[in-house]
């Protein structure tokens, strides 16, 4: 799939953008804080309702407006497809071929996408909550129940841990949340152990590619295990939760492992091993998504060439199929070298302005 | 603002108050209000001064009623062996609208929401409990909200009455997923009153 135009208008800096990407290749270059990341952040925003730099969906608005609008026109293989994301006096919008959507899931997975940006270079060495953010981002975008268990889960969560915070947790207030904590916990767990299988036979493929003779494993760690008895940890753990006045048990506790030859990479390995391993990660990413849905997703890489080395840019490039559709940002336009003999369209950006050169 | 004017921030903050409400809205109703003949803005106050001051809370089922007991906790053909446990009364409302109910109802004027500070005690669930008892109720039916807390509340339910005699079961099919009862057709809430299941 690929974007075929890409229209937005007061979208943070970005006053009035009108593009028609290629399918191919496409590198966005200009200077710092010129808009490269916020045309990125655009294209995530229409196809996920989300940023991923801010919560504040207020900071998105250009200066001194009312809102933004953005519009996406998507080729696939059996359709083409209109987003509009339009966001006025704090209110969201989406439409999908001109028919407004009520529902977040409604919009999600119209068009798939793979965001890599610098934090996702620690994701290996990070805290384990970015690892979580990563899955369920992944398992978002192509299951809708999977977005619902998950904002279920959270709300029912802050509702018990607000008992706990105010002292007010008897074991009785506690357990009326906690079968519903289950049910939406249990299918998080169900859907990302699921993910992780699926994901790491092309995890350790897409390594071996990057840096040969070593192997790369990953592994899910459930707090709670698939087949662990959900409700019976919870109300083992009361009493733990009552003293640390926060729920300890449950998928928002999970983290996955990566191992290098053996040993833990987050603590063994060095920078260099990391920052393949992440890289692996998203280039799975790319397969698992086209296993899923028939067709690559689009590839969004967001200054990740300032933090690799030449030659794992050099890998990257190498590794990223030809049917991809990619959109790639960066200070440096001179990416000969990188892009071989791949078609490739270049549009400058200079505050908030782009244009294909 | 508007028209710098105190009175009319007033008013706009009284709207603002109403559910579902937000700034801009609050401001359009506001501004229409004031805009149209003074008898409109009048008659306005005067509806809303008029049913208030009739309306009064069901001493037994805590319904908005014009008189207490209300028409259905006074009406002796209905079932008073099985209440209907409702959030709001626009959930009475509307599964009243439904027809195929005959059974009485209770009115919580909330869920259990810790993080609005709403516990059991905000919802006088202990003069529900008496009233139970009092009444020989041998059935509740927990029509709250398919929300978090709307479930919640139903498990806090089903819990405590759990070693009594009384049954508790849960409205379940057709209920919109995070949805207000009162979105819900007719059809779909009568079919969701037959669906009810136990909670265990
Ligand atoms: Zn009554």
């Given at each position: 799939?690929?974007?075929?135009?890409?229209?937005?208008?007061?979208?943070?800096?970005?006053?009035?953008?009108?593009?028609?990407?290629?399918?191919?290749?496409?590198?966005?270059?200009?200077?710092?804080?010129?808009?490269?990341?916020?045309?990125?952040e655009?294209?995530l925003f229409?196809?996920t309702s989300k940023s991923h730099r801010t919560t504040q969906e207020s900071d998105l608005?250009?200066?001194?407006?009312?809102?933004?609008?953005?519009?996406?026109?998507?080729?696939?293989?059996?359709?083409?497809?209109?987003?509009?994301?339009?966001?006025?006096?704090?209110?969201k919008?989406?439409?999908?071929?001109?028919?407004?959507?009520?529902?977040?899931?409604?919009?999600?997975?119209?068009?798939?996408?793979?965001?890599?940006?610098?934090?996702?270079?620690?994701?290996?060495?990070?805290?384990?909550?970015?690892?979580?953010k990563?899955?369920d981002?992944?398992?978002?975008?192509?299951?809708?129940?999977?977005?619902?268990?998950?904002?279920?889960?959270r709300?029912?969560?802050?509702?018990?841990?607000?008992?706990?915070?105010?002292?007010?947790?008897?074991?009785?207030?506690?357990?009326?949340?906690?079968?519903?904590?289950?049910?939406?916990?249990?299918?998080?767990?169900?859907?990302?152990?699921?993910?992780?299988?699926?994901?790491?036979?092309?995890?350790?493929?897409?390594?071996?590619?990057?840096?040969?003779?070593?192997?790369?494993?990953?592994?899910?760690?459930?707090?709670?295990?698939?087949?662990?008895?959900?409700?019976?940890?919870?109300?083992?753990?009361?009493?733990?939760?009552?003293?640390?006045?926060?729920?300890?048990?449950?998928?928002?506790?999970?983290?996955?492992?990566?191992?290098?030859?053996?040993?833990?990479?987050?603590?063994?390995?060095?920078?260099?091993?990391?920052?393949?391993?992440?890289?692996?990660?998203?280039?799975?990413?790319?397969?698992?998504?086209?296993?899923?849905?028939?067709?690559?997703?689009?590839?969004?890489?967001?200054?990740?060439?300032?933090?690799?080395?030449?030659?794992?840019?050099?890998?990257?490039?190498?590794?990223?199929?030809?049917?991809?559709?990619?959109?790639?940002?960066?200070?440096?336009?001179?990416?000969?070298?990188?892009?071989?003999?791949?078609?490739?369209?270049?549009?400058?950006?200079?505050?908030?302005?782009?244009?294909?050169? | 603002?508007?028209?710098?004017?105190?009175?009319?921030?007033?008013?706009?903050?009284?709207?603002?108050?109403?559910?579902?409400?937000?700034?801009?809205?609050?401001?359009?109703?506001?501004?229409?209000?004031?805009?149209?003949?003074?008898?409109?803005?009048?008659?306005?106050?005067?509806?809303?001064?008029?049913?208030?001051?009739?309306?009064?809370?069901?001493?037994?089922?805590?319904?908005?009623?014009?008189?207490?007991?209300?028409?259905?906790?006074?009406?002796?053909?209905?079932?008073?062996?099985?209440?209907?446990?409702?959030?709001?009364?626009?959930?009475?409302?509307?599964?009243?609208?439904?027809?195929?109910?005959?059974?009485?109802?209770?009115?919580?004027?909330?869920?259990?929401?810790?993080?609005?500070?709403?516990?059991?005690?905000?919802?006088?669930?202990?003069?529900?409990?008496?009233?139970?008892?009092?009444?020989?109720?041998?059935?509740?039916?927990?029509?709250?909200?398919?929300?978090?807390?709307?479930?919640?509340?139903?498990?806090?339910?089903?819990?405590?009455?759990?070693?009594?005699?009384?049954?508790?079961?849960?409205?379940?099919?057709?209920?919109?997923?995070?949805?207000?009862?009162?979105?819900?057709?007719?059809?779909?809430?009568?079919?969701?009153?037959?669906?009810?299941?136990?909670?265990?």
């Open positions: 799939m690929d974007i075929t135009r890409f229209k937005c208008t007061a979208f943070r800096c970005l006053s009035d953008v009108d593009i028609s990407p290629s399918p191919a290749f496409n590198v966005i270059y200009g200077g710092n804080a010129q808009g490269k990341t916020s045309l990125l655009a294209i229409a196809t608005v250009g200066h001194g407006g009312e809102g933004f609008q953005i519009h996406l026109d998507v080729h696939r293989q059996d359709r083409t497809i209109q987003l509009d994301a339009n966001m006025y006096r704090g209110a919008r989406f439409k999908v071929n001109g028919i407004a959507q009520s529902r977040v899931s409604d919009i999600l997975g119209k068009i798939n996408t793979v965001f890599f940006s610098p934090e996702d270079i620690t994701l290996v060495k990070g805290s384990a909550s970015q690892r979580r990563f899955l981002m992944e398992l978002s975008q192509l299951h809708a129940p999977y977005l619902m268990a998950l904002q279920q889960y709300q029912v969560l802050r509702q018990r841990n607000e008992l706990l915070r105010r002292n007010q947790a008897d074991p009785a207030m506690l357990e009326i949340w906690e079968e519903q904590l289950a049910q939406h916990g249990g299918l998080l767990i169900e859907h990302r152990h699921e993910f992780i299988e699926e994901l790491t036979p092309l995890a350790v493929e897409a390594y071996h590619g990057i840096a040969g003779a070593e192997t790369l494993t990953l592994q899910y760690l459930a707090d709670i295990g698939p087949s662990d008895d959900f409700v019976g940890v919870l109300a083992k753990a009361r009493q733990t939760d009552i003293r640390r006045k926060v729920t300890t048990r449950g998928p928002h506790r999970d983290d996955i492992e990566f191992m290098i030859d053996g040993q833990p990479a987050r603590s063994k390995a060095s920078q260099g091993q990391q920052k393949s391993a992440a890289l692996a990660l998203k280039l799975a990413e790319l397969e698992w998504v086209k296993q899923r849905v028939g067709e690559y997703p689009v590839l969004m890489l967001d200054e990740v060439l300032a933090e690799l080395d030449p030659e794992r840019s050099q890998q990257l490039f190498k590794a990223i199929p030809h049917e991809v559709q990619c959109i790639i940002t960066t200070t440096q336009p001179q990416l000969d070298d990188l892009l071989q003999d791949r078609p490739v369209m270049v549009f400058q950006i200079e505050q908030g302005k782009v244009t294909a050169t | 603002m508007l028209l710098n004017s105190p009175s009319v921030e007033q008013l706009i903050e009284a709207f603002r108050r109403l559910p579902g409400v937000g700034k801009r809205s609050a401001e359009r109703m506001a501004i229409h209000l004031l805009s149209e003949p003074e008898e409109v803005a009048a008659e306005f106050a005067q509806a809303v001064h008029v049913a208030r001051s009739r309306i009064v809370h069901c001493g037994v089922c805590r319904n908005l009623a014009e008189s207490d007991p209300c028409s259905v906790c006074a009406d002796e053909r209905r079932d008073h062996s099985v209440v209907c446990v409702v959030e709001q009364p626009t959930g009475a409302m509307a599964i009243e609208k439904g027809g195929s109910y005959n059974g009485t109802y209770h009115v919580l004027h909330g869920v259990l929401n810790p993080l609005d500070g709403v516990g059991p005690q905000e919802l006088h669930l202990d003069s529900f409990f008496e009233r139970l008892q009092r009444d020989g109720v041998r059935e509740i039916i927990v029509a709250t909200n398919a929300t978090a807390e709307g479930e919640a509340t139903a498990m806090y339910l089903s819990r405590q009455l759990a070693q009594s005699e009384i049954q508790v079961t849960r409205i379940a099919h057709g209920v919109p997923m995070g949805g207000g009862l009162e979105f819900a057709d007719d059809v779909t809430l009568s079919h969701a009153m037959q669906g009810r299941t136990k909670i265990d």
